[in-house]
């Protein structure tokens, strides 16, 4: 469906875009304000992310989808992997060839980190507030970004 042009619409996109910038800084970094939760960098959770969304990736897939530099990315995956957040394991059809997989302590942080993200803004969402079309509509951007054609 074509986006309708004009210069109210240029002005609310880039708006959306102001916004969602200024919430992710404001949220980046409140981790560390709760127990028990890894705190990763932004090349981390890109990967981590990825790594969470589609268990048993391999490196160069993780780094086409979230736009790194391969050595970039195995930087990344070593550090989150001596951190005990993902797991490398050959890949059974292809010995050469490995695959990236999340740890139970991934899954533990992440849940934490869900959890955290909710407390914070949960109190300033009013009710009746349709999170879901609005969180459909970002993922929607969001897929179109990373795939441009």
Known sequence: MPIESGPTRVVEAADLADVVLTLARRMYG???????????????????????RH??????????????????????????????????RRDTADARQV????????????????????????PHIPDGADVAATVALLESVNEALADPK
Do not use: C, Q, Y
Not at 39 to 45: F, S
Not at 62 to 86: C, D, I, Q
């Open 30 to 52: 409140w981790e560390g304000r709760r127990a028990g939760i890894e705190h990763l960098g932004a090349v981390d959770t890109l990967v981590m992310r990825h790594v969470d």
């Open 55 to 88: 268990p048993g990736v391999t490196p160069s897939e993780v780094a086409e989808a979230v736009g790194l530099k391969a050595s970039n990315t195995s930087t990344s995956l070593r550090g989150l992997e001596s951190r005990g957040l993902v797991e490398r």
């Open 99 to 122: 695959r990236v997989f999340p740890t139970d302590k991934a899954a533990a942080n992440l849940a934490r980190l869900r959890e955290l993200w909710s407390d914070m803004l949960t």
